[in-house]
């Protein structure tokens, strides 16, 4: 069983409603991460939270808001997605030095669909 | 984004027969990582490789780092129904910040 749970793992919203994804981990990591995967493409990295910071954004748009409100909670605020946003989002977590590769670790995913 | 050259693609294979795939780059890599993906779930990590060269089993599973850091291979051993699924390398290319993936394996297996 993966320590990296998240919820809700299906969502389905309309492109005005505001909803959140929500990820924990029990690793005791203190670098989490928001992939999004589109249907049969690899993992697309979205933030990086290192020790409760946002360290990375990878010019991800303003409607996607990510927040870690400790080392163990990371959360994806949704508002105002386009139906393009539909995919499955990842969370992750490793060890704190994100320049170091250490070994990253998936939750289940939460199934977006945008409609 | 940047990827990974993963092959084969696809493919199918009877059960009990040895799957091999790959990963290679220009690039040269600090860590390889190689998953399991289920549909409609997240990726399983299967082996974590560290050091050129490194040679590392997790059951039926073998996997290695090339001695150039630009590649890495993983072996199933006797294929059963349930290594059905896609199969992603990852690997943290140095001076970097974030693992760049393959495109993916799907591995089928006929009974």
């Given amino acids: 069983d993966t320590e990296v749970t998240q919820t809700p ?19 005791g990591h203190r670098a989490m991460y928001w992939y999004k995967q ?12 290192s020790y409760e910071k946002l360290s990375i954004n990878e010019s991800v748009p303003s409607r996607f808001s990510p927040e870690c409100p400790n080392s163990s909670l990371l959360n994806l605020h949704l508002h105002a997605l386009q139906p393009e946003d539909s995919a499955l989002y990842l969370c992750a977590s490793s060890q704190g030095n994100i320049n170091s590769g250490n070994t990253i670790y998936f939750g289940e995913g939460s199934w977006l669909t945008v409609v | 984004g940047q990827q990974l050259n993963q092959s084969p693609q696809s493919m199918f294979i009877q059960e009990g ?5 790959n990963c290679t780059s220009s690039s040269i890599f600090n860590t390889w990582l190689w998953y399991k993906q289920d549909p409609g779930e997240g990726p399983v990590l299967l082996i974590a490789l560290y050091k050129a ?19 890495s291979f993983l072996n199933i051993s006797a294929s059963i129904p349930s290594d059905v699924g896609i199969y ?14 393959g495109t993916g394996t799907r591995l089928k297996v006929l009974a």
Avoid at chain 1, 9 to 27: D, I
Avoid at chain 2, 17 to 21: F, K, N, Y
Avoid at chain 2, 88 to 101: H, Q, V, W
């Fill in chain 2, 88 to 101: 992603f390398c990852a690997g943290f290319p140095s001076g970097t910040y974030k693992y760049i993936f």
């Fill in chain 2, 17 to 21: 027969e040895d799957v091999s795939m």
């Fill in chain 2, 53 to 71: 060269g490194e040679l590392t089993s997790n059951g039926r599973l073998t996997a290695q780092f090339g001695t150039t850091r630009k590649d």
């Fill in chain 1, 9 to 27: 793992k299906h969502l389905v919203m309309g492109m005005t409603n505001k909803k959140s994804l929500k990820c924990e981990q029990h690793m």
């Fill in chain 1, 38 to 49: 589109k249907a049969k493409k690899p993992p697309e990295l979205m933030f990086v939270y």
